[in-house]
């Protein structure tokens, strides 16, 4: 088996919806981690998002979407077509960084210890405050951050800093895991109008992960080395080459996502 990791960046705002009934202020929810609570996008509507994006591709032949998904789009399907389980397993995509205002920058990308831990198997140590990565906190004044709320000191290596560098760019905040659920937990609220024949109808309000926030995935190839298979891999890259829409309101321009392999 062949295991690729891939960052996706939301190159715009992104609602991936959970589905679930609400009752408070926001009507619809994003998909969320059941253990961590953190913004999430499920395996099952990942796998639909790329699905739709080779089916656009009209040079892509079934055999492709046989082997890679298990069935073929429904506007390809004829009697002959057998469903039958795709050799690509694909999993959930983790939220990884978010975009935070600051003064100094137009954002700063915020993570946390524990998210880019699970991310690069690496050792970032455990922190009490925030630490800021390319920028000086008098100038920076992140957005609901005082001065006390950072570290005195960068505890962070040089290697532990190139590696954030490398992911997420030269204007990064690392925040305790607390505060970074609470910025995951207060996302942007859209209102969005219900309109029937020109009429406003009904005031309603959507949850979004906003551009510039970076998830990542792990998508495995189960097939067998050989020439053919091959073929398919080399196709599939072509998530690579431009951007995948995900999630709902694509004729708003939302879900737009590029796919970057690690």
Same mark, same amino acid.
């Given at each position: 088996m062949n295991k690729k990791r891939y960052t996706i960046e939301c190159l715009t705002n992104l609602h991936v919806g959970s589905g679930d009934i609400n009752y408070g202020t926001i009507d619809r929810l994003v998909q969320r981690d059941a253990v961590t609570d953190l913004p999430t996008i499920h395996a099952s509507g990942l796998k639909g998002a790329l699905k739709e994006f080779f089916d656009a591709n009209n040079e892509i032949n079934n055999d492709f979407f046989s082997i890679v998904f298990g069935s073929v789009p429904n506007s390809r399907k004829t009697k002959s077509n057998k469903q039958n389980i795709g050799s690509y397993i694909f999993n959930d995509s983790h939220l990884l960084a978010l975009p935070l205002r600051a003064n100094d920058a137009p954002y700063y990308m915020a993570t946390c210890p524990e998210v880019f831990n699970k991310f690069t198997n690496a050792n970032v140590p455990d922190i009490n405050k925030a630490v800021l990565i390319g920028g000086e906190r008098k100038n920076s004044q992140i957005e609901d951050l005082e001065e006390n709320d950072f570290e005195e000191k960068d505890p962070?290596?040089?290697? =532990? *800093?190139?590696?954030?560098? %490398? &992911?997420?760019? =030269?204007?990064?905040?690392?925040?305790?895991?607390? /505060?970074?659920?609470?910025y995951c937990n207060n996302?942007?609220?859209?209102?969005?109008? !219900?309109?029937?024949?020109?009429?406003?109808?009904?005031?309603? !309000? /959507?949850?979004?992960?906003? #551009?510039? #926030?970076?998830?990542? *995935? %792990?998508?495995? %190839?189960? *097939?067998? =080395?050989? $020439?053919?298979?091959?073929?398919? /891999? %080399? =196709?599939?890259?072509?998530? $690579? $080459?431009?951007?995948? &829409?995900?999630?709902?309101?694509?004729?708003?321009? !939302?879900? &737009?996502?590029?796919?970057? #392999?690690?």
């Open positions: 962070f290596t040089e290697e =532990t *800093t190139k590696l954030l560098k %490398d &992911q997420l760019g =030269t204007k990064i905040i690392v925040l305790p895991f607390k /505060e970074f659920k609470k996302l942007p609220a859209i209102a969005r109008n !219900y309109l029937e024949n020109g009429e406003s109808k009904n005031l309603w !309000y /959507e949850e979004v992960v906003p #551009s510039k #926030s970076i998830f990542w *995935t %792990d998508i495995i %190839d189960g *097939t067998e =080395t050989n $020439e053919i298979n091959k073929k398919i /891999e %080399d =196709t599939f890259s072509k998530i $690579e $080459e431009s951007s995948v &829409q995900i999630g709902a309101n694509a004729s708003i321009g !939302y879900g &737009q996502c590029k796919f970057k #392999s690690v």
